[in-house]
């Protein structure tokens, strides 16, 4: 007998309903080309479904955007209304009954930086999912006859009529919707919702406390930053940092479900509880919330951002956290993104906002350098990532990043480089790997030499997963030193295609050592 259907479902694309076993970095996979990597690698070795409930197509675990709207919509509808669905089954769960498919979405259309960069004019893994997904929600709203309702971090790559009508969408929702989900949900299912919303919260009381698990133990900590960059949206939302006996709440339901440790989403960490305007970490709230967390019997708790300033502004911070997670005892070393975006200090100066502070924009180059040295020395690993192409952007100016990735190699930094294309949110000013310069290309190219060498070092931790066994272990090492393998392929043959047959041996060398990096330390530091 056919499902009634649930009259609210809300989902996300299969890239995102995932644990990424237990690695981050697992994720950016999905950003990635599709067809280099076969489906069922993907689906079964890096990122397997989260449990799901396979007579239903319930899901156990989801993202914490999609249960932050669960709980506001539970304010008014029963329970029994509102279902967390696998995008693999939704047939199972939506039927006659349904009024409403809510999406989340982080990359749809594959048009954000890491995906751009990764899939140079292929269909990425998460655009190729959302397709997918999307495609069976046209055919099941053929025969139900529902509201479709998209918002996330990457809605906005939807906020277009003709892109909307291609995926079977009805609304989109730009910016934060848990203030006004309720009544957003109840004008879709009477038919007077709009195209298209914009909206912030207001107030920290009106976002909704989570009800269950979430991807990956990732509970929320803070929105917004209040740095200024100029390229990000986050800057459009002001700073709410959640209270602690919230966040212990939230976690508790992540470490009853099974997780042994707790990750803290974020936009700036280190400005939790911030409270002066020159952007020095209030150490005693961190160090508060790190042990609040941490009593409830997690192993650690990690968090996915940190800007440099506030790291080199506050050594003995990193030191006290990493303490805090035994670190310094058992050996373990906890990822994180920064943001270097660039070090050049005119464009420093443009386009970063006050990122730099407790520090000046000219210091931002000694500062990444300490900040980095710093985060290695308390068992931290850096993801940092660079913008390259700049609207704006000279030879000279890249010339300070690819003095900085030198740098990095002779003091044998551990820890990742993105170098990720720029792109323009109004998609007119967007770069593309066919416009790199020569020094662009370079900073590309010595990126990627640090990036093999670092990756080599740590695959034992990379494929460190109890979940793999010694076969598995070794595919997947062999799989890493593959996929550096044909990124520095990809970027050979690119340099013979932008330079007229010259090889990346005969650009990089033009640039290496440029520029005598004889800036001194930041007397703060």
Known sequence: MASAGKRIVLTADRSLMTNYRGNFLYGFIACGPYELIPEVVFDKLFCPSVETDRTTGEVKVAQCGLRRIESALLREYDRSEVFLANPEMLDKCVGPETRVVGLNVMDPLGMAPVTTT???????????????????????????????????????????????????????????????????????????????????????????????????????????????????????????????????????????????????????????????????????????????????????????????????????????????????????????????????????????????????????????????????????FPALTLIIGWPDETPDETQYTIDLIEDFKETKMRGLIAPLLYQDFSERNSMHFGNLNEAQFTLFWRCWEHNIWVINDIIPIIIRNKSYGPVMKLFMAGLIRAGTWAIMRYFRGLSKELFNGRLPEDIVDHYSRRRSVTASLPAKL
């Open 118 to 380: 990764m899939s140079p004019e292929k269909l990425s893994y998460i655009a190729m999912k959302f397709k997918k997904m999307c495609a069976s929600i046209i055919q099941l709203k053929k025969k139900y006859d529902f509201k479709v309702v998209v918002g996330g971090n990457g809605a906005w790559e939807l906020a277009k009529p003709d892109r909307m009508e291609i995926h079977g969408i009805d609304t989109v929702v730009v910016g934060e919707a848990d203030e006004l989900a309720l009544d957003l949900f109840h004008d879709l299912e009477n038919g007077k919702a709009p195209e298209l919303l914009h909206t912030f919260v207001r107030n920290i009381e009106n976002i909704p406390m989570i009800q269950g698990p979430t991807i990956n133990s990732l509970i929320e900590a803070m929105r917004g930053c209040g740095r200024g960059c100029d390229f990000c949206d986050v800057n459009k939302r002001s700073k709410k940092d959640m209270p602690l006996e919230r966040l212990q709440t939230e976690a508790s339901f992540n470490l009853r479900y099974g997780f042994d440790s707790i990750w803290l989403q974020s936009d700036e960490m280190l400005l939790y509880g911030c409270d002066n305007k020159e952007f020095v970490p209030n150490s005693d709230a961190i160090l508060d919330l790190w042990k609040g967390l941490k009593s409830l019997g997690a192993n650690f708790v990690g968090t996915t951002h940190m800007t440099l300033s506030a790291v080199a502004s506050s050594p003995d911070l990193i030191r006290k956290i990493s303490q805090i997670n035994d670190m310094d005892k058992n050996g373990r070393w906890l990822a994180t993104n920064l943001g270097v975006e660039t070090v050049a200090p005119s464009l420093v100066k443009k386009h970063l906002g006050i990122k730099t502070k407790p520090f000046q924009t000219d210091e931002w180059g000694a500062v990444v350098r300490e900040g980095c040295k710093i985060m290695n020395q308390n068992h931290w």
